[in-house]
Nanobody, 124 residues
Framework: QEQLVESGGGLVQTGESMRLSCAASGPTFSTFAMGWLRQAPGKWREFVASINWSGTSAYHADSVKGRFTISRDNAKNLVYLQMDSLTPEDTAVYYC?????????????????WGQGTQVTVSS
């Protein structure tokens, strides 16, 4: 059973950067594809980025492409989301998620494991 714990959220100003981390516990993390999704107040959960099991393929939502980068370190059981040029529209709870299939996915329903989420707030 995989457990996912996010960290690194907080309050930043417009234009600043932040890096989120997701620590996975469990023996099969390195075989999972991983993703970051977010949910703003009053909105549906939104896909942000996904990375395949080996880290050789990544997919980012158009809304964050060129500003956010997903990466992973299988030796440390960690997934990262580097967020640059943040805007108030990026304010949300960010969730780390894992899926037993090793391929990237933008569909939230395809993820099998979820973290508790970490709040990211970007002030104007």
């Amino acid at each position: 059973q995989e457990q996912l714990v996010e960290s690194g959220g907080g309050l930043v100003q417009t234009g600043e950067s932040m890096r989120l981390s997701c620590a996975a516990s469990g023996p099969t993390f390195s075989t999972f594809a991983m993703g970051w999704l977010r949910q703003a107040p009053g909105k549906w959960r939104e896909f942000v980025a996904s990375i395949n099991w080996s880290g050789t393929s990544a997919y980012h939502a158009d809304s964050v492409k060129g500003r956010f980068t997903i990466s992973r370190d299988n030796a440390k059981n960690l997934v990262y989301l580097q967020m640059d040029s943040l805007t108030p529209e990026d304010t949300a709870v960010y969730y780390c998620a894992g899926r037993r299939s090793g391929d990237v996915s933008s569909y939230s329903g395809s993820y099998d494991y979820w973290g508790q989420g970490t709040q990211v707030t970007v002030s104007s």
